[in-house]
């Protein structure tokens, strides 16, 4: 077996790190030479990635170039925002450096923190929580007729990937009808999706509009004034994706008009939101602090991740999660 | 068709019970003639239930003895303790009178609610929703790192029946163990079924304990302190069965000392609590006014049930939830 040099620049658990260094036995692990942190980072490259096969963590995209001998990237994200630009893409390609992600760490996590928000809002749970109406009461009955089973409902999945595919299993159950919405169908998704042509309509349909778009140039401020005009009224809106995918005034404004029901964002611009934020004073609007992909032993998953995606790498074979 | 004279002691909207009404044609409604909520109704019958075929509500019990009439009763509840003692059961029985009750009617519902407080739990949206914490922060660490997702954690559901059959099914994508808790297994259950005999052994392990027990002499006080004394530490109790199954002060100990998680209830004695009562204090203690059957369109879905059983009963078949 080739002894390969691997980066770390990722920090966890005094147990984790145990993990790590008995599934990587037999190579050599290099952390960074300085803190991950600093801001001296940006200057020139750790000399720890430069000699680096392997890098494992958030490696400076700037220093991959002057990493002669680095082989393969395996990012500590599900997000590969700091690196999904075209110099960048240009220079794993021509070096042939496959690149990886931890998409399937956090997505379960994040589908089941989307059907939490889903059925808070079905059995409003935040007014149902705080109400003390006795039985039979006027708004007693109000609550109790108007909760829900989210059966027959319409669900539309705004960046349609793993975690809707997770999401959509979760949902099975509730006999839903779900549709994704991606730039562009592979065909083979379990859900029908549609792409640009035909969102108008389907944002006019749904009761549930759930974005995990990533974050780019394409998807800043997606949903804007005009989108959310076109959602039916009464629609409630879910984001777990990236806080730049809305402007947010503009939700804010769906929100106090009464079109939207209410939105639930795990994901906000910036993170945590100012206290004075339109957004915070929206009553209908419920914030979770960018929590959805986080549970019980996140980082010893998101290490034994990287560790099956090194044996695969020493066998080579093909890369889970490869996004580059 | 035989004519049938309706007693109908349930009250919906002008649309609800105009469906009633079509759905009747060629049989006779009859109502009370005094208001249904009236002290006095339990003085003596109702005139129109004395002479009635059918009593669709919640017709007293005393009085069935005086309808000689009767063929058939359909309770307008899932709960049938007003009717569940041995006199009345004998008289029904003597008399070959049918009784079903509206348990499909809030089955869905109910299990629905139990999965929105599991989830609410697992992904701790009540503290999620008020932390102002910033990402990387020591508080926000330690609430990313301690949101579940459910895989592999165990859920004993106690009063394993239509609700926990559908629980089942919504609980499958998460990949639990669940195992139902009855006082008879009928060996056709979804899941395994234990009886008495192992109810301390497996209220030791279960991750989830999910009350579901009918209101009976027998489940009075069922969850007593020595019962709460035998859960796993860091178990989660929920309850959507009836207050009087829980020693209510025995809940608060088990919340107060750790034990238990955390407690989310839609049912308590009384309802609501009053606001002095020691389960508002406690700040692990969730409770919903008794909505866990509530749903949108909830009197045309029990007028439906009742309208389907009816067409049974004329052309004599079985009853959809026949209780007796």
Redesign the interface.
Known sequence: MTKLRIFVDFIAEAEVMEILRQGTAGHELVFPKRPVASILAKAEPDPGLVDADVAFGQPDPNAVEQARGLKWIHISTSSITRYDHPEFRELVARRNIPVSNSARVYQ??CA??V??FM??Q??K??L??V?????GTPP?NA?????????GETALILGYGAIGKQLV??L???EMKVIGFRRKSRGDEEVPVITAEKLAHTLSMADHVIDILPDSAETKHFFNAARFKLLKPGAVFYNIGRGATVEQQALADALGSGRLTAAWLDVTEP??LP?DHPLRAAPNC??????AG???G??QTLVRHFLGNLQRFVRNEPLLDRVM
Chains 1, 2 share one sequence.
């Open positions: 379960e996590s089941v923190h059907l939490s059925l808070a079905a059995r749970l935040p149902a929580l109400t003390r109406s006795a039985s007693w609550l109790r007729t108007s909760v829900r089973t989210l059966r299993e979760l099975r159950p509730f993170e945590p206290d419920f914030v979770t602090p960018h929590i986080g549970h019980v996140e980082s």
